[in-house]
């Protein structure tokens, strides 16, 4: 007898629940006579014949169908979420809070900036305290996300080319452990991708990367630490091939949790590098979004950064614009990207302050390095063995997937049912069956040694029965779903019909 | 520590465990002349309670009464939407991988998904785009993969696309030889002149349309649209998603409806926020759908056979496809999508219709008013949505802006630096939100202005 | 394999989650050294020696410990909950939104009024409408509950008796369905209780209440309609027998939901009502409370209504005190009494306006009486089928637990599994094995159906499978819970010991 | 129609259902004589967005610096508290009595039960009362039910209790003969005078103790609690639970503790408001629990033996026990309970024990200040939590605060009209929002006043 035997009453999609000609009116404009009845001043030939298919609902029934579908949500407020690559930090409510106090919601986005210059100041304050962080001399704020990030970053890369005349350079390499979003902005910045491999080490391969460079080397993309969890340690000289070669560095910086305080991508020789604050800043991650990607350049690539950029002179702040700086990419929003993101991400900074940052590091990777020497202990294989973890690290289920027949992916859904978000599964593509594993900073030991006992108990689950693993979930919404139909039978848009 | 849980006990049981003497070692392996010191520029931490204050002064502003559009659109947003959106379920909650533990997030989209199909007319619609205008720079490289009629890299991109989209379409689609070609508008109507359009186009990829159109005019869009099939272009509709309210849905534009619709969900009940987040929304017709870029949900079965939903057509996503993705994006507006599917469904399409209506009634009579004033003229002839352009003779827009600020109103959007041939004039916006007493308190604020202006001037 | 099998990490009380030592130093003060090291100038006899047991976790932990908890809440904002006398409505989100504006929440009580007329400007409004719809000459807002209400009510009818130099009248009658906080707020005022019967058409026993009054008769405390859910159709006759004998007429309008817009207590006679704004005008019941109890009199009672009142002359709203009304029964809290639940509702009472009240009563009295018709066709006893139902009714259960042995909270246990709350149960006292249903005005007939569904399927399970019905339920996050321990081995506060 | 989803098919259809023609006749039992038109008086309904700018033009207010204690305390409030508490699922929850249904807030009272037993030092707390001041009548209520040693209804209430308190006891308890008979100060301390204390003091139920007091001033409350006890009575502590991380908690006071804990609860997470709501806090110890009003849970198994939570002892509440009840209270402050349990578990025993030090240390810097100004002088030589009394001479209280509201300045309480024996005189609070700048700016801005005020007298 349990919750799912009972269809409760409040299941269905928004659109069963509806019904024709219930109306809200409270939330509607009031019309007076005259604006119902005088006829419209637009052609007929231009006006909807028929409404939309919108809900009829009641407020009530509006607020109690997305209540109950929130709960069916995990989240960082009610679980722990250890997902490799995203950084599932605890998101201070006051980010939330003080961003979304009225002053700041009502400003319009092309009003005079007198009457913005506490939102303003903000984020004048955190593209400085941003420099700082990175070790970059100059950011823009505007990107929207770390694909746009990168996006900006490869554009000012070919910008800055080209405005040497230097336009052979048709070439971005990238390890073969990247970000899927890394090889598809090269190629929306009019790049071929060229693939080297990671080493058994983690590290890269250098001697395939020298064999790599060349004139058309336009640069090359790292992560460091990289997506495999380790810090490339070689980095400098890495950055002297690739720049003998004429070409420079982009850093991957969706992941600063590690170094935050530590050592600065400038320092090791980048030349642009973006930020996903919705990671390293801890702006929520809202379901898949909004996100920011502030992007830092070294001197030769400041006259490319993406406008608008804040400027604080004399006693007001302003924005710059193309106008303002003319080599710039140009615009990449219609405004200045997701300002209230970046609200967030000034707030927490301003709460960690410079002491703060560096303690990020020293936490996110005292618990990742203490879960790998835990798991390992409790007979779990990792990728990089002979590696310190950074803020993640790599665990591979080849064995169990071979000798059990349970993969990585049914270990994920059998944590659920412990109450542990599953860690990122199959990223990076290099390592087979591999759970990508980032507890951060803000989860207490405790947790960890639950996920790590969850960890053993399924590992003896699977030994013992590993039909039931293989089905799981049990406990939640919904029991393993369907992925291979969703494809084929393609249901993307409610229809009453069924 | 703030936001870190470890007492000193656990550390020690850490390190121990680990087998290493102290948190130092764990860093080993970076390069010690690459290791900092302290982040000097950056300011120490402030409690919550500072921080609070702080931000309480900078939230003090001046509110003016805003009459700018221009993109962004300030409209009632009822409470009930983002108290349920910041709920730590939806606002903390990761990108729905695992389908099972985030139904929540995945119905939400599915039902947006299938809103956003019903308003714009057409048979699928993705999770989101980062903004309208990103979203228009995505529709135009799809539609230069989906037009399989073309091998183009032209588009024609009309004058009255907002400057600001037509900005960001070049800066995202240039590095990858896109062109971007203008059409023209007729002074007279503000809108692009069929008739005039050549009857030789050449090889053209897509034509994108503005519906209703950067100053606010509504476009021939049927005519429009059908020239553009006419001559093996894909028609990528820009909407306003309020307006789609009263408006012809672009799946019905002409003959065979629009190819691409995209646009600013900003409208459906996103605050204003200085500019951000918003999100861009993107539909298209089955046919399309595999070149579209963007998560897509799906509805499917679980194990039971019970209905739920999942991430589907994954294989045109760049964590799949890597560099043969459709677009790099990966995080998209997920929260603000929720915001807009809340706002979509406390409105309902009654709702949505007043709404629309109030707002052309507002601006209908707000222009009216105005164009009363002595110097002020309404610049165009056609009908139009809830914007509309007004020029002032003989004074300088900026002038009037300024003052208008200074009486407590924000007059509108200077068009003098992108649109020069207008001469001194600006993009009016009312929506639902203004009475008949802002009206008025807009009108008499200008005459005071103007008869300040022009009598200096004399 | 259900979500009860496998202990969630999470769950627990939060001082097992605590850890000494563990700090959460974003919400404490920073104090300088000089602060930390200065010599108190509190005596040490006055000094706490050791700290109290308070939680020790950080501020995710915190989050997400009450995120979790709440939702094992059943609420109005996820569940259909026909609570009879509770009135369990939407509690629109902007009343909350709007009270919670920051210029309102940082006006202090004491803080001269010229900082807070946007405030008091509500309060005034609130006074005047809730004049207007109770028929009475003026009101205060002061009291924090219907109970405080009613102790006010009561008190001035006895500070009118003994201004009089009445001093004989020393009870007061209640019927026997009175709600309890009736004869408790009696007591209270240092009367004493007299019980009259209710009649098997659920009206008052007329005879029996010309028996009970005389001389001794303070006053009635009545409610119309009354607990047992029917409109007391012979209320002006009470109305002049009460009078008639000296006494008062006091009108518990803990539910006006029936008759709001529709008829008037100050028309009926009543000399002073309490009215319960966290059920007719829908402030949110938080999990019982804060609620708030404002009166409203006739004139002749109007000298003793307790202060503050809100007061509005020339241009300003100031505060009415006991200065200002020598005769008042005095204050019954520090300040204005539950001043921001007085907010929310009169932000509710100008969303509905003069119109929406009345269709408050329509549409609350049309769902009641439609579910009792459809549980009657359905096989279900009513308690009062001769009458109408106002914005409740009766179901007794009587028969069931007779012949099936499946009681009134068997089913309602059983109804929690169907995903709905379940009615009041086992009040009014007098009507045995009792549900009483209310399902207010915004839930819409849809989810009457499913609920007048679910009593049926329970009914034909309790005829086919008692046994199961009477383990109800089993898919909250609790199974039925031992009351009878809960009170005999009292743990009321954690301790560690366990 | 707001709120009311029905539609007109809906509607017929339940009508016939019921078997009437419309909806009139459902009232056909109320006697027509009494039925009523329209509410003429009430406005009509206004949309929210109308409602919404309506208040948004009301609360904005002047924000002065606010050093006004007397019973609400301006403290921090951590973000997280009200995001959590207004959730649709605590917010809009019933009083638990299914318990199955309300584990969340059961669970959560019960914490909050083990918070205030240990901040106070006592066995048991029950679930809140409406405020501090009705909680102190209702203590006063249960103080002569459980002494069982005395037969009287005479309570000692000192002079030095908040005089709205005694207002409230006042109203509540005098219909059951209950009397208070005041007990004074020293003029000299602002406190109690223990040794003047009457040997022979008669058969009294109870004492009631503040700690601090309403000046702020601590008394002497072992001694206090001593001699009640040896007298017969029981002892009411009356606190401000801020203090007690820094104070002995009424427990532990003399050598028997205090026999009933009570208290404001406001300043554990709670909004200023204009007043409310907050929260009245009651503790004793097991032996007098069941004389204690309000509720009260217990931690219990559930049928599969499991922990889960109940209402319990209801017996003495009013819904079962009737006109023999401890008190007719019904609906307390559940929600405002929530926001005080989520408050003391972030700050933690650390964290209120700071809140309590900077405040008592903010206090007594700015007293230090003020005292430097001619014409001011400290009322009372006693120590102190985080107000104090600060008496002007020759110049009006009324007056000073004025201006010193046109200076941006809340200065403080008038005592003139409670305390005339204290000529002019106000009650200043500092607590630990006030930083050293603010401390400096009252400081100066009474500096200018009295120089202005002693100037025109002059
Ligand atoms: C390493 C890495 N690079 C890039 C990205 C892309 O960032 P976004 O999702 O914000 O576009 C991510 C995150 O998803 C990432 O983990
Ligand atoms: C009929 C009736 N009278 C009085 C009350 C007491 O009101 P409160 O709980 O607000 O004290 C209630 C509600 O519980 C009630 O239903």
């Not at chain 2, 809108?191 to 950067?214: H, K, M, Y």
Request: negative net charge; aromatic residues 8%; contains cysteine.
């Amino acid at each position: 007898m349990t919750r799912n035997t009972i269809d409760q009453p409040q299941d269905g999609v928004i659109f069963e629940k509806s019904h024709r000609g219930r109306s809200n009116s409270c939330q509607a404009p009031q019309l007076n006579a005259s604006e119902t009845t005088a006829p419209l001043s637009i052609p007929a030939s231009l006006l909807r014949k028929s409404a939309p298919l919108l809900p009829e609902v009641s407020e009530m029934q509006a607020v109690r169908h997305f209540t109950r579908l929130s709960q069916k949500n995990f989240s960082i407020d009610t679980h722990f979420y250890p997902l490799g690559s995203c950084t599932m930090k605890y998101n201070p409510r006051a980010c939330n809070t003080l961003a979304m106090l009225p002053g700041f919601l009502n400003f319009h986005p092309l009003a005079p900036v007198e009457t913005g210059q506490g939102f303003m100041a903000c984020l004048y304050e955190l593209q400085e305290i941003l420099k700082e962080v990175t070790g970059m001399k100059a950011v823009s704020l505007t990107p929207m996300a770390g694909a746009q990030g990168e996006f900006a970053g490869m554009a000012m890369i070919r910008a800055y080319h080209d405005a040497r005349g230097d336009t052979a350079r048709c070439e971005v390499i990238c390890p073969d452990a990247a970000h899927g979003t890394n090889p598809a902005t090269a190629v929306m910045c009019g790049y071929k991708v060229k693939e080297i491999p990671t080493r058994a080490d983690g590290d890269i391969d250098i001697e395939a990367l020298k064999e790599a460079v060349g004139p058309q080397t336009a640069g090359i993309m790292l992560t460091n630490p990289s997506t495999v969890g380790v810090f490339e340690r070689r980095i400098t000289e890495i950055a002297k091939i690739v720049h003998d070669a004429g070409g420079l560095l982009y850093y991957d910086g969706a992941n600063l949790n590690a170094i935050l305080g530590k050592v600065r991508p400038g320092d090791m020789g980048f030349d642009v590098i973006h930020m996903n604050l919705h990671k390293t800043f801890s702006t929520p991650h809202g379901g898949g979004g909004p996100g920011a990607g502030p992007v830092g350049v070294s001197e030769r690539l400041t006259p490319f950064l993406p406008v608008p950029m804040v400027d604080y002179r004399g006693d007001q702040y302003r924005w710059l614009t193309r106008k303002d700086r003319p080599q710039s990419i140009g615009q990449l929003s219609a405004f200045a990207g997701n300002a209230g993101v970046l609200m967030r991400a000034y707030i927490y900074a301003r709460l960690l302050g410079r002491e703060g940052m560096p303690r990020i590091a020293e936490y996110s990777v005292l618990n990742a390095n203490y879960m790998m020497v835990e798991l390992q202990k409790r007979g779990f294989d990792l990728a990089f063995p002979s590696r310190r973890a950074t803020h993640e690290f790599i665990v591979t289920l080849k064995r169990q997937a071979k000798r059990l027949d349970v993969t990585a992916m049914d270990f994920a859904k059998r944590l659920l049912d412990y109450g542990y978000h599953a860690p990122t599964t199959y990223f990076p593509l290099l390592v087979p069956e591999c759970f990508l594993i980032e507890p951060t900073e803000t989860e207490d030991k405790e947790t960890l040694d639950g996920f790590i006992d969850a960890m053993a108990k399924i590992q003896h689950e699977a030994e013992t029965q590993a039909e039931m693993v293989r089905a799981a979930p049990y406990t939640l919404p919904s029991r393993r779903l369907d992925d291979v139909r969703a494809a084929r039978e393609l249901d993307i848009v409610w229809s009453s019909k069924e | 520590m703030p936001f870190i849980p470890h007492t000193e006990t656990d550390v020690q049981q850490m390190l121990a465990s680990i087998g290493v003497s102290d948190i130092a070692a764990l860093f080993d392996e970076i390069p010690a002349e690459l290791r900092i010191g302290s982040l000097d520029k950056i300011p120490t931490g402030l409690n919550e309670m500072a921080m609070s204050r702080l931000m309480h002064e900078r939230a003090v502003a001046p509110q003016p009464l805003c009459f700018i559009g221009a993109g962004a659109y300030e409209h009632h947003i009822p409470a009930a939407i983002w108290e349920i959106v910041t709920r730590g379920e939806f606002y903390s909650a990761y990108t729905p991988y695992q389908a099972e533990a985030s139904q929540g997030t995945l119905q939400l989209i599915y039902e947006y998904q299938t809103m956003m199909a019903h308003l714009t007319g057409m048979e699928a619609s993705n999770a989101s785009l980062y903004d309208g205008a990103s979203g228009l720079a995505e529709a135009v490289l799809m539609a230069v993969r989906a037009n399989r009629k073309s091998k183009s890299k032209r588009i024609l991109m009309p004058a009255t696309v907002n400057p600001a989209y037509r900005r960001v379409v070049q800066t995202i689609v240039e590095n990858q030889g896109i062109t971007l070609e203008p059409v023209d508008y007729q002074p007279g109507s503000g809108a692009i002149d069929t008739a005039s359009l050549p009857a030789e186009p050449g090889d053209v990829a897509a034509l994108v349309i503005p519906q209703p159109n950067f100053f606010g005019v509504l476009e021939e869009v049927n005519g429009l649209t059908d020239w553009a099939h006419a001559h093996g272009m894909l028609v990528i509709a820009v909407v306003n998603p309020t307006s789609l309210a009263l408006l012809t849905p672009p799946g019905e534009w002409g003959e065979q409806g629009a190819d691409i619709v995209c646009g600013e969900g900003q409208p459906l009940g996103v605050p204003l926020a200085g500019g951000g987040p918003y999100f861009g929304f993107m539909c298209c017709n089955l046919k399309h759908v595999r070149q579209m870029p963007g998560r897509i949900v799906g509805r499917t079965v679980d194990a039971d056979g019970k209905p739920g939903f999942a991430l589907t057509l994954q294989a045109r996503e760049q964590h799949i496809r890597r560099s043969k993705a459709t677009s790099n994006i990966c995080t998209n507006q997920g929260l603000v999508v929720a915001a807009a599917t809340i706002y979509m469904t406390l409105l309902g399409a009654q709702g949505l219709h007043r709404v629309a209506l109030k707002s052309h009634q507002s601006s209908q009579a707000l222009c009216e008013e105005l164009q009363m004033i002595d110097g002020v003229t309404s610049a165009f002839s056609s009908a139009s949505f809830h914007e509309f352009v007004i020029q002032f003779d003989g004074v300088s827009a900026d002038e009037v802006l300024d003052r208008l600020l200074a009486e407590g109103v924000l007059g509108g959007f200077n068009l003098s630096a992108d649109y020069p041939a207008l001469g001194e004039a600006i993009l009016v916006c009312a929506t639902e939100t203004k009475t008949e007493a802002d009206i008025r308190a807009y009108q008499s604020a200008l005459s005071r202005v103007m008869e300040k202006l022009k009598g200096g001037a004399a």
